[in-house]
């Protein structure tokens, strides 16, 4: 079953931050944070392993509770590099597939 | 690192042909190579997973014989849609995930955009 993302959709202007949650109705393994430009593949952000894990690179981070069964990635001071649509994709073993969330487009401003 | 690439980028053919997609992990071996479809707009949907020298396990709804997928070696698969039809029209997206650690990431290629006439 396919993990829920919201918002469907966010607008920014350049340095204000966002969240974006990604929750499953399964127990998770890992979570992976994806960002997709238009017309290109998607590009690995980070993974979030069991165990309550958080993370951040330069000025976007993760955290991911399993016991709510969902991760949020937040976006800080964004830039307009960050727009793109983001992507989770959960894992309910090691070694197992990803299944994808519909999706979160987010588009930054100047 | 962990670079894939796509070949073609992109591919028109007209309805009944086959188109052959090849998907290569260039500084890495994929253990586990994955094959998605994604329509626009929407999200990337899971077509098949393949493991180097077995055969690809597909998810359900899609059409062993219609997408076929050879993993041969370590660094190599291949898709191909036979008898393409205006429907298979869509961006094919592979990735890959090898060993050299244990977080399971998958590493996608740039993705291969597909027309059918």
């Known amino acids: 079953q396919q993990p829920v993302q919201s918002p469907q959709a966010v607008i920014l202007r350049e340095g204000e931050d966002a969240v974006i949650n990604c929750s499953s109705s399964?127990?998770?393994?890992?979570v992976h944070w994806y960002r997709q430009k238009h017309g290109e593949a998607p590009v690995f952000l980070m993974i979030?392993?069991?165990?309550?894990e958080q993370k951040g690179h330069d000025k976007i981070s993760a955290s991911f509770n399993e016991k709510k069964q969902q991760s949020s990635l937040y976006l800080t001071a964004s830039q307009l590099s960050y727009s793109g649509t983001y992507f989770c994709?959960?894992?309910?073993?090691?070694?197992?597939?990803?299944?994808f969330g519909g999706g979160t487009r987010v588009l930054v401003k100047p | 690192g962990a670079v894939v690439s796509q070949h073609p980028s992109w591919v028109i053919c007209k309805s009944g042909t086959s188109v052959k997609i090849e998907c290569r992990s260039l500084?890495?071996?994929?253990?586990?190579m994955f094959w998605y479809r994604q329509f626009p707009k929407q999200s990337l949907m899971l077509m098949a997973t393949?493991?180097?020298?077995?055969?690809?396990?597909?998810e359900q709804g899609v059409e062993k014989d219609k997408f076929l997928i050879n993993h041969a070696s370590l660094t190599l698969s291949t898709l191909t849609v036979t008898s393409a039809h205006p429907e298979d029209s869509s961006f094919y997206i592979c990735?890959?995930?090898?060993?050299?650690?244990?977080?399971?990431?998958?590493?996608f290629g740039p993705g291969t955009r597909l027309t059918v006439l």
């Open positions: 994709g959960t894992e309910v073993a090691a070694g197992n597939k990803l299944t």
């Open positions: 399964k127990a998770l393994y890992s």
């Open positions: 979030l392993l069991k165990g309550g």
């Open positions: 500084d890495f071996q994929a253990t586990t």
């Open positions: 393949s493991n180097e020298g077995s055969k690809a396990t597909y």
């Open positions: 990735s890959g995930r090898g060993s050299w650690d244990n977080t399971d990431t998958q590493y």
